[in-house]
């Protein structure tokens, strides 16, 4: 059991930086794949990216490719989710997510959430 909570979020503008933290308490930290999903109004959770249980192995979304990075810290029990280049549809509730073993794209993979962090990007 794993609980998760995020922080980082806020306003910005377009073409403005944001890094995202998710602290997770709870044992065997570096058992657990992490991932970011993010929710805008009226539409479905989405991927994001997510990396691997030793940070090596990394998945995004084409849609945040080459401006998002995932990254954690098994020491700290961090997961960072390093935002670039926003844009206005990026605006969205983010939500950090964990799951034994494997890496997954799937929301409904994940057993264990966080509350979420609002990002808002003005244009």
């Known amino acids: 059991q794993v609980q998760l909570v995020e922080s980082g979020g806020g306003l910005v503008q377009a073409g403005g930086s944001l890094r995202l933290s998710c602290a997770v308490s709870?044992?065997?930290?570096?058992?657990?794949?992490m991932g970011w999903f993010r929710q805008a109004p009226g539409k479905e959770r989405e991927f994001v990216a997510a990396v691997s249980r030793s940070d090596i192995s990394t998945y995004y979304a084409d849609s945040v490719k080459g401006r998002f990075t995932i990254a954690r810290d098994n020491v700290k029990k961090m997961v960072y989710l390093q935002m670039n280049s926003l844009k206005p549809e990026d605006t969205a509730v983010y939500y950090c997510?964990?799951?034994?073993?494997?890496?997954?794209?799937?929301?409904?993979?994940?057993?264990?959430w966080g509350q979420g962090t609002q990002v808002t990007v003005s244009s």
């Open positions: 997510a964990a799951r034994i073993i494997a890496k997954s794209s799937l929301d409904y993979e994940y057993p264990y």
């Open positions: 709870g044992r065997a930290f570096s058992n657990y794949a």
